[in-house]
């Protein structure tokens, strides 16, 4: 059991998802286990919700499985997969919008501020590190979309930024203007922080 | 000189590690004079390098059994995973359904208002052919009910024109007659 899961880390994606082609099931299985946490973790940045990201990541295996076949080397299977659930998420926010618009909680002012940590934290907040993470991702969750995808594909996943063109399919040159932009709202959404930090230090 | 806002489209790619050594250069004398720009750029690092270490997820125990059977279920309906196609996915098949209702309405409204249109009733004939006509009715058609007296008219006159023609020939006659007497 041990040198067949050694012998299949060492195959590339690729390999794999020709080889679930030529009706491998377990060959998909491997897939499902390189990617099921990673695409977690961007889809969960993306939604903020760990059910519908959970859903979502279920959804684009799901989607590989029955399309199998629509792949053609020509691109990383990586670039695929994170193309699908992407695109499932950008969807997922869609839908909320959409579901946003015909509430009725639409007539309640829903902007809220950050919470600037104080003696009054939750539990879970309370656990060290965890207040910087709820931060980030509510300053993340303001993001519009098309730099949400960048920054996380970026800064999150770590990807280059010509893997990040390819899976946007958009203009290298835009990619790197997104990111740039998307750092720079979040730096001016997050000051206040730094600030804070500043005071302690002083 | 140039502006702060020039200088700001940079960050990220020297943040990175991807500009040209001569950009950079330019770049961090640029910073070195500009207390806002040096903080920005320090709070961009500060923020990539938080995001690179925001806590990591991993899927729920049940994630590889619930996919699988999402998977069975999609094999056992058909490879599209639903009878029809995600075209018709979400309030598109509703609406459909609705559209081709209002078709069907609407073609049997027009049909029943069209005043050519045969009694649906009457299953003998074909519904969308034109009325057929009837072998009796031809040889009754107004024109050809007053055609008969037509011709008895025109006949009648016929004979009163050749009587009169008759005696003017007789007329005539007798003239020439009475002058050569």
């Known amino acids: 059991m041990k040198k067949e899961t050694l012998r299949a880390d060492k195959v590339t994606d690729e390999t794999l998802i020709a080889q679930f082609q030529q009706g491998d099931v377990q060959a998909f299985d491997v897939l499902v286990r390189r990617y099921k946490d990673q695409l977690l973790n961007y889809v969960y940045r993306f939604v903020n919700n760990r059910v519908d990201a959970e859903d979502i990541v279920q959804e684009t295996f799901l989607r590989v499985f029955k399309n199998k076949h629509y792949y053609k080397e020509i691109a990383k299977f990586s670039t695929w997969v994170y193309t699908i659930a992407g695109n499932l998420a950008k969807t997922e926010l869609r839908r909320r919008k959409r579901r946003k618009i015909f509430s009725v909680s639409n007539f309640v002012n829903d902007e809220r501020d950050f919470d600037i940590p104080d003696g009054e934290r939750t539990p879970d907040q309370a656990v060290d590190g965890s207040i910087k993470d709820s931060i980030i991702q509510q300053a993340i969750d303001k993001l519009p979309p098309k730099f949400k995808e960048v920054i996380l594909l970026r800064d999150v996943q770590g990807f280059a930024y010509e893997e990040i063109s390819q899976i946007l399919n958009i203009p290298l040159g835009t990619v790197k203007s997104r990111v740039n932009r998307g750092r720079l709202k979040l730096q001016e959404d997050l000051k206040f922080l730094f600030e804070n930090d500043n005071h302690s230090k002083g | ?181």
């Open chain 2, 1 to 181: 000189m140039r502006h702060c806002n020039n200088y700001e489209e940079l960050f990220s790619s020297y943040i990175d590690g991807e500009l040209a050594l001569s950009a950079q250069k330019d770049l961090e004398a640029h910073l070195d004079g500009c207390p806002g720009c040096r903080e920005t750029v320090g709070r961009m690092q500060t923020i990539r390098q938080s995001m690179t270490n925001l806590s990591a997820l991993t899927v729920s125990a049940d994630f590889d059994h619930k996919l699988h059977q999402r998977i069975s279920q999609a094999n056992s309906t058909g490879s599209s995973g639903s009878l029809f196609p995600d075209f018709f996915s979400g309030w598109k098949m509703p609406a459909v359904g609705f559209a081709a209702v209002l078709a069907l309405v609407s073609f049997f409204t027009l049909i029943d208002l069209n005043p050519d249109s045969v009694n649906i009733s009457d299953t003998d004939k074909p519904i969308l052919s034109a009325p057929a006509i009837q072998e009796d009715a031809v040889t009754e058609t107004p024109n050809q009910l007053y055609a008969m007296p037509q011709n008895e008219a025109t006949a009648a006159e016929q004979d009163s024109t050749n009587e009169r023609i008759k005696e003017e020939l007789k007329k005539n006659l007798d003239i020439v007659n009475d002058g050569q007497r």
